[in-house]
């Protein structure tokens, strides 16, 4: 059974950067598709990227140009690099592929 373990999460300031990491096991990456979402209070889950197995990234509006999707499927690992952050990034992220989901991890980012 595949499962997915989301770090990296931490408290910030606005402005800087944060690396968020998606382990995987139980399966290889191979050609699966990944996605980065995120949840913030009171808010309902939104997109925020996805990377397809050949390593083609999307993103949503409120983050392109800030943040980078990536995979490195030797380490099972899928990444989200944020930089710029700001408050309104705030939520606890998600990592999904394929109806599986990690538990989240917080990103707080204060002004």
């Known amino acids: 059974q595949v499962q ?6 931490k408290s910030v300031q606005a402005g800087v ?11 290889p990456l191979s050609n699966r598709e990944f996605n980065w979402l995120r949840q913030g209070a ?10 397809d197995g050949y390593g083609r990234p999307s993103y949503a509006d409120s983050v392109k ?8 499927n030797a380490k099972n ?4 690099q944020m930089n710029f952050l700001r408050p309104e990034d705030t939520a606890v992220y ?18």
């Not at 997915?4 to 999460?9: D, F, Y």
């Not at 950067?17 to 399966?27: D, F, H, I, K, T």
């Not at 998600?94 to 002004?111: A, E, H, I, R």
């Open 4 to 9: 997915l373990v989301e770090t990296g999460g």
């Open 17 to 27: 950067s944060l690396r968020l990491s998606c382990a995987v096991s139980g399966g």
């Open 42 to 51: 009171g808010k309902l889950r939104e997109f925020v990227a996805s990377i």
């Open 65 to 72: 140009g800030r943040f980078t999707i990536s995979r490195d």
């Open 77 to 80: 690992t899928v990444y989200l």
């Open 94 to 111: 998600y990592c999904n592929s394929l109806g599986y989901w990690g538990q989240g991890t917080q990103v707080t980012v204060s002004s």
